[in-house]
């Protein structure tokens, strides 16, 4: 089911949203996110600008230029924080809007060798720790 732009997390960029994530920067057509829970050192959120939900509905160039910016945030997290691999994940279930979750996994950290964990709810920062996080990965994109 379509979840209308005027109940979406990410259009009505709301305090539930601010609570879960911190933005970053907009990308050519998206935004970028630094999730407060850091399990996974470095996790980010490439939400699409406008309401699509998912990829059929783009246009050939539309498309393009999203899987740009979400390749653009892998390759900034990998010269930021050398993980092992880049997990991407583009599940809209519950929040029906386009967005690339981008997961670094470590070889010996959380989660590795597996599927990431949505919200483990292992790890959180104090607001030094995100900003410092947050310039490393603007430095490199």
Known sequence: MKTPASACLYCQNNET??????KICDLKVSQLFLFKEQSYLGRCNVVYNDHAVDFHELTDTQRNAYMEDVAKVGKALTKAFNPEKINYGAYADTISHLHFHVVPKYKEGYGFGGTFEMNPEKVTLSDAEY??????IKSNL
């Open 17 to 22: 949203l601010h609570q879960l994530m911190i």
């Open 131 to 136: 900003a410092e996080i947050i310039d490393k």
